[in-house]
């Protein structure tokens, strides 16, 4: 797996962006406040969308485990067992 640091950036328009710190501008998340926001501070709308993103990717790992271990177990059906030791698989690579 690649990973990257990435940095969690207010831009001028009061939009909150998540981006790759390398140099790349585009963000990766974007989250924008309502007017009702602005009863916050700039450093708690920053805390909140911290909390979005961290729970945000938490899921996505989250669902990206359950995916592969869902694949785990088809690859697993798609098996018989011709002795204790060996398994036989019938797949297709592409």
Do not use: W, Y
């Amino acid at each position: 797996m690649v990973s990257s640091l990435l940095e969690i950036v207010e831009l001028a328009n009061g939009e909150i962006v998540l981006r790759s710190a390398d140099g790349d501008n585009r963000p990766l998340i974007n989250i924008r406040f309502g007017s009702a926001s602005d009863l916050v501070s700039s450093a708690d709308r920053l805390e909140v969308a911290k909390a979005m993103i961290q729970a945000g990717m938490a899921t996505f790992a989250e669902i990206v485990e359950n995916q592969e271990e869902q694949a785990d177990m088809l690859t697993a059906d798609e098996c018989f067992e011709s002795t204790e030791t060996e398994m036989i698989c019938d797949m297709v690579l592409h």
